[in-house]
């Protein structure tokens, strides 16, 4: 059984900036394609950016451009998101997991916990 936990949110100013990390445990994720979604009050889930297994390519959202670097390390089975410049619109739960192109693959983990960022204008 895969177990996804995503740590390293928190309440932040606009403007300041955070670095998420997923860690999968119970599955070597070092052949997946790696993601992190994001869902915001009242809305549905959705893509935030992906990365490689090789960590050489990654594809982001427009709204995340050149704020959001994600990262990962196939050694200790963890992904990482860090987020600078970040805006009030970028207040969601976030979670991580495998992707296909920019969907969930679902064959790979459930869905973990997720963690809270919240930005204040």
């Known amino acids: 059984q895969v177990q996804l936990v995503e740590t390293g949110g928190g309440l932040v100013q606009a403007g300041e900036s955070l670095r998420l990390s997923c860690v999968a445990s119970?599955?070597?994720?070092?052949?997946?394609?790696m993601g992190w979604f994001r869902r915001a009050p009242g809305k549905e889930r959705e893509f935030v950016a992906s990365?490689?297994?090789?960590?050489?390519?990654?594809d982001y959202t427009d709204s995340v451009k050149g704020r959001f670097t994600i990262s990962r390390d196939n050694t200790k089975n963890t992904l990482y998101l860090q987020m600078n410049s970040l805006k009030p619109e970028d207040t969601a739960v976030y979670y991580c997991?495998?992707?296909?192109?920019?969907?969930?693959?679902?064959?790979?983990?459930?869905w973990g916990q997720g963690t809270q960022v919240t930005v204040a204008s």
């Open positions: 997991n495998a992707i296909l192109g920019r969907r969930v693959n679902n064959e790979f983990a459930s």
């Open positions: 119970g599955r070597t994720f070092s052949n997946y394609p």
């Open positions: 990365i490689d297994w090789s960590g050489f390519n990654s």
